[in-house]
């Protein structure tokens, strides 16, 4: 059974600061992994998804990392600002599981003080 | 292009009460997906369907949830009677083709939070 944790739980940083955020997995078999962005009584928003084949995703800012045989992902966000508060989940689709289904992390709660 | 629309937004009853939630997808869109997030956790798969078949409900709780997705289209999903611990954000998501090998993402709607007394 495919496991998801994301480190730490919540991060509290001043504007300006930069990001790093923790993902990990237990069953390398994934096709992909997606982080998500998610604000308050809001639903998901995709942020980067990087294939099983690559190393690493850019999207301004944002930039992702995966190590597939250590099981670990990590989402880079340069320059912080109080826009980015917001919680970033990361999931993953396995390769043995039907379909897209996706197993996420609990996520990280994130707070830019301005 | 349209997004995921759910409703309602937000629903309270109490407990043994009926709830229904209603989920539109993006047009054209095969695959569908309701998840349960708890408070502080991350959204748990409860099902998903193929155009109107189900592919996934695994971790639905079929002694008082079900859920429909008639013409492959709308979907569903009720509980009855509801429990304390059913109070949650019912997220649905829609996704192109379903594919894990697909390099599109699934879109998810704004949810709908229940609160159960």
């Known amino acids: 059974k495919q496991e998801v944790t994301q480190i730490p739980a919540a991060l509290s940083v001043p504007e300006g600061e930069n990001l790093v955020l923790n993902c990990s997995f237990t069953?390398?078999?994934?096709?992909?992994l997606q982080w998500f962005r998610q604000d308050p009584g809001k639903g998901l928003t995709s942020l980067l998804l990087?294939?099983?084949?690559?190393r690493e995703q850019t999207s301004g800012r944002l930039n992702a990392s995966l190590d597939k045989s250590s099981g670990r992902s990590t989402l880079y966000i340069a320059a912080s600002q109080p826009g980015d508060s917001a919680t970033y989940l990361c999931?993953?689709?396995?390769?043995?599981?039907?379909?897209?289904?996706?197993?996420f992390g609990g996520g990280t709660r994130v707070l830019v003080k301005p | 292009e349209a997004g995921v629309a759910q409703s309602p937004r937000y629903k309270i009853i109490e407990k043994r009460q009926s709830v229904a939630f209603w989920c539109n997808p993006i047009?054209?869109?095969?695959?569908l997906y309701w998840y349960q997030q708890i408070l502080g956790q991350g959204p748990k798969l409860l099902i998903q369907?193929?155009?109107?078949?189900?592919?996934?409900d695994s971790q639905l709780p079929k002694d008082r949830f079900s859920a429909e997705r008639l013409k492959g289209v709308d979907s569903t999903l009720k509980i009855q009677p509801a429990k304390l611990e059913d109070s949650a954000v019912y997220l649905c998501?829609?996704?192109?083709?379903?594919?894990?090998?697909?390099?599109?993402?699934?879109?998810f709607g704004p949810g709908t939070r229940l609160t159960v007394l």
């Open positions: 999931a993953v689709p396995m390769i043995k599981a039907a379909g897209n289904k996706l197993t």
């Open positions: 069953d390398s078999a994934i096709y992909n």
């Open positions: 990087i294939q099983s084949s690559q």
């Open positions: 047009s054209g869109h095969a695959t």
């Open positions: 369907f193929q155009n109107n078949g189900v592919v996934d």
């Open positions: 998501a829609s996704h192109l083709a379903g594919s894990g090998r697909s390099t599109d993402t699934q879109y």
